[in-house]
T-cell receptor, first 116, second 111 residues
Framework: GAVVSQHPSRVICKSGTSVKIECRSLDFQATTMFWYRQFPKKSLMLMATSNEGSKATYEQGVEKDKFLINHASLTLSTLTVTSAHPEDSSFYIC????????????FGQGTRLTVV | SQQGEEDPQALSIQEGENATMNCSYKTSINNLQWYRQNSGRGLVHLILIRSNEREKHSGRLRVTLDTSKKSSSLLITASRAADTASYFCAEGGGATNKLIFGTGTLLAVQP
């Protein structure tokens, strides 16, 4: 199947700093990528939908100024957590589709963010 | 909440037994997908069933879909210890083109 690479897998940062997470589709072009957040033993909560060359669409309750999403190319989307706080500590996962709504999504390995 | 619900939240069975997980979704779907997640890892796609399909098989997996009840079930036959993981259904497509996940079922298969 298609491969989505997410980096870094783990990151620890200090409160007030910013952290960038990268999501790359390695062997296909992804016009749409999705960013999810997952709390321990919970399901995935969709944060935003990232479309190549345009602004991301954020879900209700997600601060777009805090979670900056950039989808600069058909193979790369980034999520930047700005001015991180301990409550931002979580597992962040990206996914990318090979096609439209009727196709399966492929997921990155996830990033464990810890803000101290 | 955007999420559908899965039932049961947790399931513990013995190796060799069958495991059934149920999913109730909320939107008008294009498709319903099932994913597996090992602890602290990314998700692996298991199977996709389209809204005009009622049943689908893949190896030891059997998925059913009832659009009138907005529900789906995942059956894993002859379970193995390696099947231990969290399983999520996800509503795909529809008007929003998003992939919305259910609450998940944590399956533990005892050797």
């Amino acid at each position: 199947g298609a491969v989505v690479s997410q980096h870094p897998s783990r990151v620890i940062c200090k409160s007030g700093t910013s952290v960038k997470i990268e999501c790359r589709s390695l062997d296909f072009q992804a016009t749409t990528m999705f960013w999810y957040r997952q709390f321990p033993k919970k399901s995935l909560m969709l944060m935003a939908t990232s479309n190549e060359g345009s602004k991301a669409t954020y879900e209700q309750g997600v601060e777009k100024d805090k979670f900056l999403i950039n989808h600069a190319s058909l193979t790369l989307s980034t999520l930047t957590v700005t001015s991180a706080h301990p409550e931002d500590s979580s597992f962040y996962i990206c996914s990318a589709r090979t096609g439209g709504a009727g196709t399966e999504a492929f997921f990155g390995q996830g990033t464990r963010l810890t803000v101290v | 909440s955007q999420q559908g619900e899965e039932d049961p939240q947790a399931l513990s069975i013995q190796e060799g037994e069958n495991a059934t997980m149920n999913c109730s979704y909320k939107t008008s779907i294009n498709n319903l997908q099932w994913y597996r997640q090992n602890s602290g890892r990314g998700l692996v796609h298991l199977i996709l069933i389209r809204s005009n399909e009622r049943e689908k098989h893949s190896g030891r997996l059997r998925v059913t879909l009832d659009t009138s009840k907005k529900s789906s079930s995942l059956l894993i036959t002859a379970s193995r210890a390696a099947d231990t993981a969290s399983y999520f259904c996800a509503e795909g497509g529809g008007a929003t083109n998003k992939l919305i996940f259910g609450t998940g079922t944590l399956l533990a298969v005892q050797p």
